[in-house]
């Protein structure tokens, strides 16, 4: 069974860093592609970053320079660290798996960013 579980969110100041990071279990997780999303209030769920099997990584333009996504397969665990943070990344930040047509979410983790 897939779960994710997500930790590292919190109040954080304008220019401040964070590092989310995102535990999981289930079979097959080497060669599944991670992702991170964030979901602001009152707007849909974006992609910030994902990760490949093979760690190539893709971003947000609205991230690019500022996140960068890791993984850890001996580990299971997906990161992703958060560099100059803005007010408007402000929101739920979920940690997603996908391999072939399976799909799953964790619950999500806070992060708000004050100004």
């Known amino acids: 069974q897939v779960q994710l579980v997500e930790s590292g969110g919190g109040l954080v100041q304008a220019g401040g860093s964070l590092r989310l990071s995102c535990a999981a279990s289930?079979?097959?997780?080497?060669?599944?592609?991670m992702a991170w999303y964030r979901q602001a209030p009152g707007k849909q769920r974006e992609v910030a970053a994902s990760?490949?099997?093979?760690?190539?990584?893709n971003y947000a333009e609205s991230v690019k320079g500022r996140f960068t996504i890791s993984r850890d397969n001996a580990r299971r665990m997906v990161y992703l660290q958060m560099n100059s943070l803005k007010p408007e990344d402000t929101g739920a930040y979920y940690c997603?798996?996908?391999?072939?047509?399976?799909?799953?979410w964790g619950q999500g983790t806070q992060v708000t960013v004050s100004s």
């Open positions: 997603n798996r996908k391999l072939n047509e399976a799909e799953y």
């Open positions: 289930g079979s097959f997780f080497s060669i599944a592609t």
């Open positions: 990760i490949t099997r093979d760690g190539t990584a």
